[in-house]
């Protein structure tokens, strides 16, 4: 089959689309033929290399989420059936260790598999399943968000972003958000945003302290790096501040006693690869019924065929997509 693999790491040179065989189907597992392929920033951190604690052995293929339809199943496999249209985050072995979608195949665990409802595109399938995951990781496991709260969204647009935007805004709270750039500021708004902060341009401690002189009860925050940092201005006493990503960088280490002077502040750093499967079943349903009514609007940036994925790389690294980027076998 035809497959995106890096033989190193580094920039966007050493993915190449090769001819590799499909390993023989494991008695749990099914095959999936792709239809789309959900490109991730962490597919960008594990050919970055240097991210995560352990690295694929290379040559090695690049991916964890896809949508398709299901060829065959292993003895074991008694709830799938071949014809089963069908959406997957992660096979079996850790994210940064063992991905495997940027492929026309992938033989997956049967358990990771969820059935895409006929009302759910696989353009809208593939948009959301690690994004909304990732976002219901956030809020059904780290923090429980309440009505009437105000929260900041840093990256409102972004994949991940722009889904916890939405599913605030249902949840009754106001999300505030930070993004880089007008297109991005409407495109957040019509997701629920009461406030959009141009943060390249704009102060974004000043502006949500205008907004909030008390500050936010919450920040959810995929940026790192300083914008991070400096987010531990903006929050209320005994509020929270949620790190879920590092598209701008590393956190740089701090004392844990800056957390009391700030106002007695909750931090933690989320996995979505954590989850168990009860949950990760739960939650991939949940997903896919919010996108079916319309809590959730998936929006795909790009869509671009298996051989272009670094196009589909240097886009995100860019900043120039909101919502997700999918490639096509
Ligand atoms: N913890 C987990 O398990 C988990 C799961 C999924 C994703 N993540 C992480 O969450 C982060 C966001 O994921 P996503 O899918 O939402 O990504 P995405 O859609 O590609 O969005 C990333 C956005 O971050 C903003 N950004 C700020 N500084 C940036 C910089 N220096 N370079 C690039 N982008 C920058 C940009 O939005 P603006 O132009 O608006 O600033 C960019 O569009 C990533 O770091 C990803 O690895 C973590």
Redo the contacts with the bound molecule.
């Keep these: 089959m035809r497959a995106v693999s890096i033989n190193g790491h580094g920039g966007t040179e050493v993915m190449q689309l090769v001819d590799v065989a499909l390993p023989t189907l494991a008695p749990d597992e099914a095959r999936i033929r792709h239809t789309r392929i959900g490109v991730?920033?962490?597919d960008?951190?594990v050919r970055r290399g240097g991210f995560y604690p352990t690295s694929p052995s290379l040559p090695s293929l690049l991916g964890n989420e896809a949508v398709g339809v299901v060829e065959e199943v292993g003895a074991e496999v008694e709830d799938i059936v071949p014809g089963d249209r069908v959406g997957y985050v992660k096979g079996r072995g850790p994210?940064h260790s063992e991905p495997g979608s940027y492929a026309e195949y992938r033989n997956v665990p049967a358990e990771r598999l969820v059935r895409i409802p006929s009302n759910v595109t696989d353009d809208s399938a593939a948009a959301v399943l690690?994004?909304g995951?990732?976002a219901a990781?956030i809020l059904d496991l780290s923090y429980r968000a309440e009505p009437g709260q105000t929260a900041l969204v840093?990256?409102?647009?972004?994949?991940?972003?722009?889904?916890l935007v939405s599913w605030l805004s249902a949840l009754g709270v106001t999300p505030l958000v930070?993004?880089?750039?007008p297109d991005?500021a409407e495109f957040a708004r019509e997701r629920g945003a009461a406030e959009c902060i141009l943060?390249?341009k704009q102060d974004f401690v000043e502006e949500v302290r205008s907004l909030r002189p008390d500050g936010v009860d919450v920040v959810f925050d995929?940026?790192?790096?300083d914008?991070f940092t400096r987010s531990l201005d903006v929050i209320k006493r005994n509020g929270a501040l949620i790190?879920?990503?590092?598209?701008?960088?590393r956190v740089a280490p701090f004392d844990i006693l800056t957390l009391a002077f700030k106002g007695a502040i909750w931090v933690t750093?989320?996995?979505?690869?954590h989850s168990d499967i009860p949950f990760y079943r739960r939650s991939m349903e949940k997903i896919l019924r919010f996108v079916a009514d319309g809590t959730i609007k998936p929006h795909v940036s790009r869509v671009l065929p298996l051989a272009q994925a670094a196009s589909a790389h240097e886009l995100?690294?860019?900043?120039?997509?909101?919502?997700?980027?999918l490639l096509v076998p």
């Design positions: 991730n920033y962490s960008i951190n994210f690690l994004k995951l990732t990781t840093h990256a409102g647009a972004s994949g991940v972003g722009s889904i930070t993004v880089g750039s991005k943060y390249n995929g940026a790192g790096g914008i790190n879920y990503g590092n598209a701008a960088g750093r989320i996995a979505v690869q995100i690294e860019s900043r120039a997509t909101m919502g997700s980027v």
